[in-house]
Antibody, heavy 121, light 107 residues
Framework: QEQLVQSGAEVKKPGASVRVSCKAS????????IHWVRQAPGQGLEWMGR????????NFARKFQGRVTMTRDTSINTAYMELSRLTSDDTAIYYC??????????????WGQGTTVAVSS | DIQMTQSPSSLSTSVGDRVTITCRAS??????LNWYQQKPGKAPKLLIY???SLQSGVPSRFSGGGSGTDFTLTITSLQPDDFATYYC?????????FGQGTKLEIK
């Protein structure tokens, strides 16, 4: 079955960077955008950006530009999200998710289990 | 960026009730509007995509409507499993912004 499996929880110090991985299985990785969404404790969902696995093209939310990098390794069907210059405001669960329509922006139908990132001194 | 405004923020309801949640976009998003259900400790689940298309496996008591700037999610005859938080999301243009969420609580 179609599945996204994310890397494990991270604890980081302010100013550090974190990289979260998202491994796809059960479908053709290159056909579907991968999006990244985060959720701070007790808060709503926040869209961070997306990557096209075949071309590597990315789009980011303005607030993350300059601080986020999204990459992929098609040989192992894995997408990565790296966030730098972490502050306590970046403490959140980070999700990767697949675009249901491939590249048609039809919503996010397959989600990873989430990766908790805690930023604390 | 397109702003998404959901109402209400929370709703106290009972099993069997009919519930409607609204979502308003700050700009015309045609029908690029999606609805998700999220339960505590779980990833969101896609319910409705492109405004009114029911995702596979989602019960038919869920329905979506609207176009342009005003959208609705309706749940007919609420079931115990439906008490959760619901989010709308526009996918018309990046950033694909979410509404702030609507929490359905048991009365």
């Amino acid at each position: 079955q179609e599945q996204l499996v994310q890397s494990g929880a991270e604890v980081k110090k302010p100013g550090a960077s974190v990289r979260v991985s998202c491994k796809a299985s059960g479908y053709t990785f290159s056909f579907y955008y991968i999006h990244w969404v985060r959720q701070a404790p007790g808060q709503g969902l926040e869209w961070m950006g997306r990557i096209s696995p075949d071309s590597g093209a990315t789009n980011f939310a303005r607030k993350f530009q300059g601080r986020v990098t999204m990459t992929r390794d098609t040989s192992i069907n894995t997408a990565y999200m790296e966030l730098s210059r972490l502050t306590s405001d970046d403490t959140a669960i980070y999700y990767c998710a697949r675009d249901y329509g491939g590249k048609l922006d039809y919503g996010l139908d397959v989600w990873g289990q989430g990766t908790t990132v805690a930023v604390s001194s | 960026d397109i702003q998404m405004t959901q109402s209400p923020s929370s709703l106290s309801t009972s099993v069997g009730d009919r519930v409607t949640i609204t979502c308003r976009a700050s700009h015309d998003i045609r029908n690029y509007l999606n609805w998700y259900q999220q339960k505590p400790g779980k990833a969101p689940k896609l319910l409705i995509y492109v405004a009114s298309s029911l995702q596979s496996g989602v019960p038919s008591r869920f329905s979506g409507g609207g176009s342009g700037t005003d959208f609705t999610l309706t749940i007919t005859s609420l079931q115990p499993d439906d008490f959760a938080t619901y989010y709308c999301q526009q996918s018309y243009s990046t950033p694909h912004t979410f509404g702030q969420g609507t929490k359905l609580e048991i009365k």
